[in-house]
């Protein structure tokens, strides 16, 4: 039997004091409900949709509900979700009328005739499926009545599990960059950069600066790590190390293999996390944070085996 785990992300940037509790509430509830599907025999692409949808049914995180607007005052999201046993991978971008954009990517995945399905074709298949729908006007609203602070940086959500049978999934959903140009699909439903999952390796969702993660190819990169045999935490740190040498970008990412063992990697100034895996009592939670003074280039870094 395989260890279980499930881990989530808020999104890496900078979290204000004033907000971390909440985030950590969230994420908390969110890893409770990837356990839950897993504890009840679900497999792991259940899981991280699972906690996913917690989180974007948040107005606390930049995705669903609490999607930031484009430069021209619209509401675009994208989300993915991946399975490692065979591959099977579902995205849609530059969705406005649905309420959990990471539900339709997996009606995607579940199709398995496209990987990516984007604005109105994928708003058409989210009607066709049935699932719950909200007004953009709604989310506009939503995000003029809570404006993002200007040194608040990220959002983006996202969870990587592994299931009893050692099958691996990762899941990311987004609203973009604040003020980004309509029609701007960042790394989060690219797969290879914001979210990938591999069995011989595992399962990484990132989040940060999406052209530079989309150019450095992130998720991939991580995962090809764990294949070597490294372990989520040193994989992280590595791929943090090697995107910061390369590219100029903030970044952060959760890792999961298939053994169970997960990691933790940012070079951002926090990020918001929780996990819980096969052998603890409760989920943990904690806002990931690098001291004043550390510049982008030092990374944060955290897993266990």
């Known amino acids: ?38 504890q009840s025999g679900g497999d792991a692409v259940a899981a991280v949709v699972a906690a996913v949808v917690v989180l974007e049914d948040s107005p606390l995180f930049n995705a669903g509900v609490g999607s930031v607007p484009t430069e021209e005052g619209h509401v675009e999201m994208d989300a993915a979700v991946m399975e490692g046993k065979e591959l099977k991978a579902g995205a849609v971008a530059l969705v ?48 003029v009545r809570r404006p993002t602070p200007p040194e608040r940086i990220g959002g983006t959500v996202g969870a990587v599990a592994v299931d009893v049978h050692g099958n691996v999934a990762a ?95 940012h070079n951002t100034r926090s990020m918001p996390v929780a996990w819980l895996r096969s052998g603890c009592s409760r989920p943990e939670a904690s806002i990931c944070s690098i001291p004043e003074g550390r510049g982008p280039a030092r990374l944060f870094v955290r897993g266990m085996d």
Not at 16 to 37: F, S
Not at 107 to 120: D, I, N, P, T, Y
């Open 96 to 143: 406005r009328s649905v309420r959990n954009p990471v539900r339709l990517a997996l009606e995607v995945l579940k199709l398995g005739q496209e990987v990516m399905l984007a604005g109105e074709a994928a708003e058409r298949w989210a009607r066709a499926v049935g699932l719950a729908t909200v007004s953009e006007e709604e989310l506009i609203r939503a995000a």
């Open 1 to 38: 039997m395989h260890q279980v785990t499930c881990v989530v992300h808020g999104g890496a940037g900078h979290w204000p004091d004033e907000e971390q509790e909440q985030a950590l509430e969230e994420c908390l509830a969110a890893v409770r409900a990837g356990w839950h599907v897993l």
């Open 171 to 265: 899941a990311t959903s987004t609203g973009g960059r604040r003020g980004k140009r309509s029609g701007r699909i960042g790394d989060s439903p690219v797969i290879g950069a914001g979210t990938y999952a591999d069995n011989r390796g595992g399962a990484a969702s990132a989040t940060g600066d999406g052209e530079a993660i989309l150019r450095f190819g992130l998720g991939r990169y991580a995962v090809s790590q764990l294949e070597r045999g490294l372990s989520p935490a040193i994989a992280g740190g590595m791929a943090l190390a090697e995107i910061s040498r390369r590219l100029v970008g903030e970044a952060g990412l959760i890792l999961v293999d298939r053994f169970g063992r997960f990691g933790i990697a």
